[in-house]
């Protein structure tokens, strides 16, 4: 499948996911609600078939925080990047996709971590990297550590 | 006497213990920490702590300029310095749509692959070390030396290179790297052989890695496991054949791929990548193009806004580079996709069940760097 | 009064008689009792700080290293230097250990070792004590030291410890098996079970030659299943360094430390001994049977020598193996007992007594 037919396909399968310019990927911005049953269907439905989850990370983008997905079918070798957008900064908004590429278990406990994304329904959403008093997340723009981090 | 004449029957044979393998453990290979979960030998579960060694690169990055950036990724997988680089590098060229010179790709492909050989030598000794046999260690890294020390010749440091820089190379390579190079290969292909008589052929080693910590296939997709380890599996997942940069499009080589996807197989995907290295070289080292070392890049280099993802392959496995600009001279959100990070992830899954000292050769085979798992 | 380095008897018998005459009876033993205990302990130092430095000369040479090479000449006192260093050492208490058992435990492993070594004919008339079932008692005191070390692990309070000491205890109850069988081949061909009868009995011949296969078979299993005794690579589960740091001697520091070491290496010297002493004639030296002109020659070299020359080439079998081979996994150590090299042991012992049956050894 080309990216124009990719691109037919996923907006036939949301609606309302919103296409973004970009050089290097098919980028869609799918509603937080949408995301999961989306999800599914691009891992099962044998057209798409991604089935691996290369890159999951979080942005924030002051205004809302974002989760981005990197996908790649080994199969059709075909690439796409979902984002996921939550101005709620404190509670889950976006659902887990653990279940469906397992390595995400491990990448969504690491966005949790340095950015506050809170997946909802993951089985074990720790701190990865920071020990479980630390206060607030650092990669958010937000984030003030002066003992840290020297501003020059 | 009369609590321990109280004490409830617990029925012994299924209870679990717990066991810290870490943050000081000699297997783990770094500060890596994993709560195992025991019932006499035998594994019945285990949890990963990461973070020992979180420098916090990402945020680094958020303040550092790209040539600064260069320098925080040798720190990672340092092991794989070179590759790191190279995916920077890449990076920032592609986004600035510069031209690098025919001559900076030939040597960036070279040293990559000598950097890979390097970093699975090293592996080699640790797994051998794993295994209980001593003498592999001292084998692998007399011949790493021989790495360690062209490397040297040409840009004068041994681990953290940061040789490449956005545009091309710090430096020339030395006059006498082509010669250096293949000496080297002539040399470690008589040498690879004493590997197979210390360890591969050895029955010992044979009975305690077959059918060992088996990773299906779509396991292997599933929980993101690339590189090597990945392609034990049958997953294939190298970046140099289908996304192709550098010269690789222009070079034969095999992406080999395993069936069995157990902990023999991994060992012996490293031993063939090896080969398939040296032949890259060998293909490339009379034919490196004169012409400069360097394209023209400007003082102060600015991504104009936008997202960038640049994908390499690294010695342990996918190394991708996810980099948010905003237009300024450092990124809005840099991100690393740790290929060590993702091997680790999928350890629990395929070490249920077996004893520690399978646990301990399936860690081995993997080959984590714990610097790259933390970033 | 003639004393020779082919035969100590009359020494000991001049010492003998030089104590009883000038002492009365219970003093001259106390005195003989006290020369041979630091004579023997004496030895014991040397030959264990001699095999620590062997061992570290030897796995370099493996290893394409130098090995020590820095204090004195070919860094012979390295571990002297390093024994001195042990001394000075703190002894690091055990939170919640078992203090008792935890201080016992490497006097225990050391003593096993100790006792043994009492028994063992290093020539003619040198040896402590000569007992008519002198490999029975070998074999009974030297596996006393799985009782130090399950002690250690179970009192260092630490889960390491403790799962090298219960695979510790597991491997050597196995292989005491296959050492005790693969002895009693030769006990059947030699008819004693007293050290100094079997080397008298090896004057025209070896047992490894006089017994061939059986013997041969026997001496492999000996080899195999004393290397996994001594808890020496690759049977090293006990310590196993990448899987469980140190094992039974994680916690131990100091000088503690350096007994489960010494021992370590005495062990191998004792089963080097008797593999020496029951297969290869011991101090006897290499005899074909008839041809006198050639017995004649190897009679001038000196037993001594050619005991520890056999002791050594045994050690450095066992220190080759060690530096070669991967380690194994408990079920697989297990399974080569018990499924291996037990029912070969058993074959072995009836072709053996078949053979003798019907006289068809040498």
């Not at chain 1, 980028?27 to 999800?39: E, V």
């Not at chain 2, 285990?46 to 720190?75: A, V």
């Not at chain 3, 492993?109 to 020539?123: D, E, K, L, Q, R």
Request: with cysteine; aromatic share 14%.
């Amino acid at each position: 499948m080309d990216n124009a037919a990719l691109k037919e396909r996923i907006l036939g399968l949301v609606p309302d996911a919103e296409y973004q310019e970009n050089k290097q990927f098919l980028t869609f911005i799918i509603p937080p609600a949408k995301m999961y049953d989306l999800a599914v269907k691009l891992k099962n439905e044998a057209d798409l078939a991604f089935d691996f989850l290369f890159c999951l990370t979080g942005v924030d983008m002051v205004k809302f925080l974002e989760v981005v997905y990197h996908l790649e079918s080994t199969t059709h070798h075909h690439q796409i990047e979902l984002k996921v957008r939550t101005e709620d900064r404190e509670n889950g908004a976006v659902d887990t996709v653990c279940d469906i590429w397992r390595t995400a278990e491990f990448l969504e406990r690491e966005v949790f971590d340095l950015l506050g994304i809170r997946f909802s329904n993951h089985p074990d959403l720790r701190r990865i990297f920071l020990e479980d008093g630390w206060v607030g997340h650092p990669l958010r723009k937000d984030y003030v550590d002066e003992v840290n981090i020297v501003e020059f | 006497m009369k609590e321990i004449i109280n004490l409830p029957v617990k029925n012994v044979e299924e209870e679990e213990y717990h066991i810290n393998m870490g943050p000081q453990h000699p297997s783990t290979h770094g500060v890596l920490r994993l709560v195992v979960s025991l019932q006499g030998e035998i594994v019945k579960s285990l949890k990963p702590h990461c973070g020992y060694i979180h420098r916090g690169i990402e945020k680094m990055c958020e303040k550092d300029t790209y040539p600064q950036i260069i320098h925080l990724t040798d720190r990672m997988d340092y092991l794989s310095a070179h590759i790191n680089n190279h995916a920077v590098c890449m990076l920032v060229e592609k986004a600035l749509e510069v031209e690098v010179p025919e001559r900076v790709t030939y040597i960036r492909t070279i040293i990559d692959e000598l950097n890979r050989i390097a970093s699975h030598q090293l592996w080699w000794c640790s797994f051998g070390m794993d295994m209980g046999g001593l003498t592999c260690f001292f084998y692998g890294l007399r011949d790493r030396e021989k790495i360690l020390d062209i490397f040297e010749e040409s840009f004068g440091s041994r681990l953290l290179h940061s040789y490449y820089t956005p545009g091309g190379l710090m430096m020339d390579i030395h006059p006498d790297f082509q010669k250096n190079v293949k000496a080297f290969i002539k040399y470690f292909r008589k040498k690879i052989k004493d590997y197979d008589d210390l360890l591969t052929g050895n029955i010992i080693m044979q009975l305690r890695t077959k059918g060992v910590g088996i990773l299906t296939k779509e396991d292997a997709i599933s929980y993101g496991v690339t590189g090597p380890s990945g392609r034990a599996s049958g997953f294939a997942c190298d970046v140099r054949k289908h996304h192709p940069y550098g010269v690789y499009d222009k070079t034969e080589f095999k992406e080999i791929l395993g069936t069995k996807g157990d902990t023999f197989e991994r060992y012996m995907m490293r031993m063939h990548e090896m080969l398939e290295s040296m032949k890259i070289i060998e293909q490339l080292i009379d034919n490196i193009p004169a012409g400069d070392y360097k394209a023209k890049m400007k003082a102060v280099i600015k991504l104009p806004a936008g997202e960038y993802f640049q994908r390499v392959e690294a010695a342990r496995g996918e190394l991708g580079v996810y980099v948010v600009s905003d237009g300024n001279k450092s990124p809005y959100r840099m991100k690393f996709r740790s290929p060590n990070f993702s091997n680790l992830s999928v350890l629990d899954h395929i070490s249920r069940g077996c004893k520690i000292a399978d646990l301990v050769a399936i860690g081995g085979s993997l080959d984590y760097v714990i610097p790259d798992i933390d970033r | 009064m003639n004393f020779s380095i082919y035969d100590f008897t009359s020494f000991n018998q001049w010492i003998d008689k030089f104590l009883f005459d000038n002492l009365p009876a219970f003093w001259a033993i106390v005195v003989e009792m006290t020369i041979i205990g630091l004579v023997v302990l004496l030895f014991y130092a040397l030959v264990g700080l001699f095999l620590v430095y062997a061992e570290r000369k030897v796995c370099a040479f493996m290893q394409n290293r130098v090995g020590p090479n820095r204090v004195g000449p070919y860094g012979f006192f390295q571990t002297i230097a390093d024994l001195f260093k042990l001394l000075m050492k703190e002894l690091v208490y055990i939170k919640n250990a078992d203090r008792l058992l935890f201080n016992i435990a490497p006097f225990i492993v050391i003593i096993a070792s100790f006792m043994a070594i009492a028994a063992i004919p290093f020539a003619k008339g040198l040896h402590a004590i000569d007992f008519d079932i002198g490999i029975l008692y070998v074999i009974a005191v030297s596996s006393l030291g799985v009782v130090g070390i399950l002690l250690a692990g179970w009192s260092s309070n630490n889960k390491y410890s403790l799962i090298g000491a219960m695979r510790s205890g597991a491997q050597i109850v196995s292989y005491e098996l296959s050492v005790g069988l693969s002895l009693i081949t030769i006990i059947i061909l030699a008819g004693t079970m007293q050290f100094s009868a079997i080397v008298e009995g090896q004057a025209n011949g070896w047992f490894i030659f006089k017994g061939h296969i059986p013997a041969f078979i026997a001496f492999i299993v000996f080899l195999i299943s004393s290397t996994a005794e001594t808890n020496r690579g690759p049977f090293d589960l006990a310590e196993a360094e990448s899987e469980l740091t140190a094992g039974f001697h994680t916690e131990y520091s100091g000088i503690k430390f350096a007994f489960f070491f010494l021992a370590e290496y005495m062990n191998m010297f004792i089963v080097a001994s008797i593999a020496a002493t029951v297969f290869w004639g011991g101090w006897m030296p290499f005899h074909v049977g008839g041809w006198a002109g050639f017995n004649h020659i190897m009679d001038f070299i000196p037993p001594l020598v050619w005991y520890f020359g056999k002791t050594f080439f045994i050690i450095w079998i066992m220190m080759w193996i060690k530096w070669t081979f991967p380690r194994l996994r408990i079920d697989q150590l297990l399974t080569l007992e018990w499924k291996y090299l037990l029912p070969i042991n058993l074959v072995n012992i009836l072709i053996m007594a078949f053979i003798v049956l019907m006289g068809w050894h040498f």
